[in-house]
């Protein structure tokens, strides 16, 4: 305790105007203390400051990170994208060819005709219908009537459903015919046919 008194006592004996009298302890703490005042205003005024900006940068790492594993996977799965769109466009030109042009619509028709003729279904009306016009096609509705058999009904179905164009039955309405010989139905339909848009004209004709 005598040494600490004596220390303190020295201390203050300590002349502020002839630092050189100095003992060299009370150098070395005059350093010690004049460093830690300058680490201490320095982290007050120059690091605390840059916590919040290395916290913020320390985020947009996180985020450039996953941004990079995103386009890293994307880019790993392009081969499989390029392919899968090249199947799909080779897909799309398959069902395309099936769309018959304008000058073939005719001909479509009387196939249908002759499926009807060869099912041994006898023909009420036929009567074609306004054209609905989609963004790359046209859809060519006609109202049909025929009358037969059930099993002579469906095998027509059959027949149109396995045409090579792409013709589809709608609207379909089967009831018995009265007066007629029993187990003869009338099947009332909508038989649609459908034409590829390519000549950019008049799609109404």
């Known amino acids: 305790m005598s040494s600490l008194r004596d220390a303190f006592d020295e201390l203050g004996e300590l002349d502020m105007n002839n ?3 100095w003992p060299a302890w009370a150098h070395i703490g005059a350093i010690i203390l004049v460093a830690a005042a300058i680490l201490g205003v320095g982290a007050w005024y120059f690091v605390l400051p840059k916590q919040a900006t290395l916290k913020e940068l320390q985020q947009q790492e996180q985020k450039l990170k996953q941004t990079f594993i995103n ?4 880019v790993a799965s392009y081969a499989d994208y ?8 080779q897909r799309f030109g398959k069902q395309l060819d099936k769309l018959p ?13 002759q499926k009807r003729l060869v099912s041994g279904l006898q023909e009420q009306l036929f009567k074609p219908r306004d054209p609905v016009i989609k ?11 025929v009358t037969g058999k059930y099993h002579q009904l469906a095998e ?8 090579s164009r792409i ?21 009332n339909m909508t038989i649609n046919t459908y034409r590829y848009r390519s000549d950019g004209g008049d799609e109404s004709k």
């Open 167 to 187: 013709v589809t039955i709608n609207a379909v309405n089967i009831t018995p015919v009265d007066g007629a010989t029993a187990g003869t139905l009338r099947m």
């Open 156 to 163: 027509f179905v059959s027949r149109v459903a396995a045409m």
């Open 101 to 113: 042009k304008q000058s073939e619509v005719s001909d479509l028709l009387n196939d249908v005709s």
């Open 82 to 89: 390029k392919q899968q769109l090249i199947t799909i466009r």
């Open 71 to 74: 386009r890293h996977a994307q």
């Open 19 to 21: 630092i050189g009298s």
């Open 135 to 145: 963004d790359f096609y046209v859809i060519l509705p006609n109202a049909m009537t």
